[in-house]
C-alpha cells in the first residue's frame, strides 16, 4: 500500500523543507524506514501544524485554528510503500522503531469526476447559456471579470491554445507560479486536450481575465495508473507550491482560487475509517490539514461534489453511502454539485452528507452543456468536474475588487450560500446543498457591502 510518512526530523531540516529556495530530498530528511520502500523522487512536503486559539485544546480541529510553519512545529511528509503482508505490523513497529515517526497515512489514488451522460443524454445548452445565468455583463459592469486573480487549476494540465480558440479570446497561462509533479513532462499551457482544458474553460465563462496556474496532478504515473489519475500525495505537495504563491502576493490584495475537479471513489486504497491513518473521514490527515491551512492563509478552495448520484452513479463509485468524502467534504473547502442550464439537478451529482462535513454540497453550479468540446465536437462540458470550475470562476470574478483582506474566504462561502438560489422547500437540502449560485444576488449583496452593510460569516 502507499502511504505518506509524517516525520518530526531535527529543526534545522524542518526549515530546510519548508524553505521554498531550498530543495531537500527523501534521503536528506531520513537514512531509511524500515520495512518501507521510499519514494526518492517525492520531493518532501513541510506539513503546518494546526496552533488553536488561546485557551483552545490542542487536539482538537473543530475550532478556530492557525497554521504554524515554524521550524519548531511543522513536521515533514514523504512517501513510501509497505506490503499489504506487513502493512499493519510495520505501522505498530515503526514509531516503536524509529521515534521521529509521528504518523503513516493513506496516499489513496485520486481521479477526475468527469460525468457519464446517462444513456447518452446530448449537451443541454451551451456555453453561452451558461454565461448569461452567470450574469457575465453584469459582473463585468461592476469590474469583476477575475483581472488580476490567480486560478489554479489542479487536473491533468491546460491547452492553453484550444481554450483560446474555442472562447474567441487570448487565455493568460502563469508558467512561473505553475507546478507539476515529479516525472511529469510538459510546458504549462501546452498539454494535450484532456479534462484539465475542459476545467480551465468553463472557469473563464466567468473569470475572463482570470491567469491559470496550471498544475497537472493527475499526470502523475504509478504502475497500473491510467492517464486521469494520480496520488494524493502529489496534491499535498501542488498545496504546499500553492502556500508559497499565495504567501509571496501582498496581503492588501490576495486572490488565489484553487479548483479542483477530482477525489477519490473508492475506500479500497485507504485505511478504514476510524483507523488514525484513514483520508475519507479523517480531519487530521495532512491533505486535509494543508486545504485547512491554505484556507486560513487566504485561498479559496473548490471542490466538485463528485458523480455518484444515486440516479446515474459513475461507475467507479465504491462507496456504499455517503459518496462526498474527505476534501471533497472539507468544511473549509466549498464543495460543488451539478444543475444544467434549466436548473434541473443533473443525476450523477453526488448527495449529501458529506464524510468531514455534512451539510454538503455547499450549492450547486452548472454543468453538461456544449463548451470546451475537450472531448469531442458534440461532447457536453460535463460532471461536478465542470461545476466545480465555473463556480471557481465566479469567485475569481469577485476576487477581482474583493481580495480576502476584505472578504476571506469563509465570508466568501457564506455569502454564496446565503445568495444561492434555493431548490427546495427546506432551504438545505442534500441534493442541491444551499442552491445554485445566484451572480445577481452575490452583486447585490457586495453593494450592500460596500455601503457598510456587514456580511454575516455562518461557521463552516
Partial sequence: MRILIQLRPSPDLVA??????????????????????????????????????????????????????????????????????ELAARITLLPALRPDVVGVFADPVIESTPGPTCGGDPPVGDWHDVERLLNVPGLHAEGLDGDG????????????????????????????????????????????????????????????????????????????????????????AAFAHLRTVLDAQPDASRALVVSNSWGSFSPEWDFPVGHPGNYSDNAAHPFNLMVAALDKAGADVLFAAGNCGRDCPDGRCAYASRPISGANSHPKALSVGGVDVNGERVGYSSQGPGRLTARKPDLCAYT????????????????????????????AAIRTRWPASTLSPAQLRALLRRTAEDRSEVGFDYDFGYGTVDPAGVIAALGRRAKGASVRSAPD
Avoid: K
Avoid at 475550532?63 to 510503500?81: H, I, K, M, N, W
Avoid at 490567480?150 to 491533468?156: E, N, P, Q, R
Avoid at 472562447?167 to 504549462?188: F, H
Fill in 16 to 85: 530546510a523543507v519548508a524553505d521554498p529556495a531550498q530543495t531537500a530530498t527523501t534521503a536528506d530528511v531520513t537514512d531509511g524506514l524500515p520495512g518501507v520502500e521510499l519514494d526518492p523522487a517525492f520531493v518532501p512536503v513541510a506539513l503546518p501544524r494546526p496552533v488553536p486559539t488561546a485557551g483552545g485544546d490542542p487536539l482538537s480541529l473543530n475550532q478556530p485554528l492557525d497554521f504554524s510553519l515554524a521550524a519548531e512545529d511543522a513536521s515533514v511528509l514523504v512517501r513510501g510503500t509497505i506490503s499489504d503482508d
Fill in 149 to 236: 486573480v490567480a486560478v489554479a487549476v489542479l487536473d491533468t494540465g491546460i491547452n492553453a491554445a484550444h481554450t483560446a480558440r474555442q472562447l474567441g479570446r487570448g487565455v493568460t497561462i502563469d508558467a512561473e507560479r505553475s507546478w507539476s509533479p515529479s516525472g511529469v513532462r510538459g510546458r504549462p499551457g501546452e498539454f494535450e486536450i484532456d479534462h484539465g482544458t475542459m476545467c480551465a474553460f468553463d472557469t473563464l465563462i466567468a473569470a475572463s481575465q482570470a491567469s491559470l496556474i496550471d498544475i497537472p496532478v493527475l499526470l502523475s504515473t504509478r504502475p497500473g495508473g491510467s492517464a486521469l489519475d494520480g496520488l494524493l500525495s502529489d496534491a499535498v
Fill in 368 to 395: 453538461h452543456f456544449s463548451g470546451s468540446r475537450a472531448f469531442g465536437a458534440h461532447e457536453p462540458d460535463t460532471g461536478t468536474s465542470a461545476a466545480a470550475p465555473v463556480a471557481a470562476g465566479l469567485v
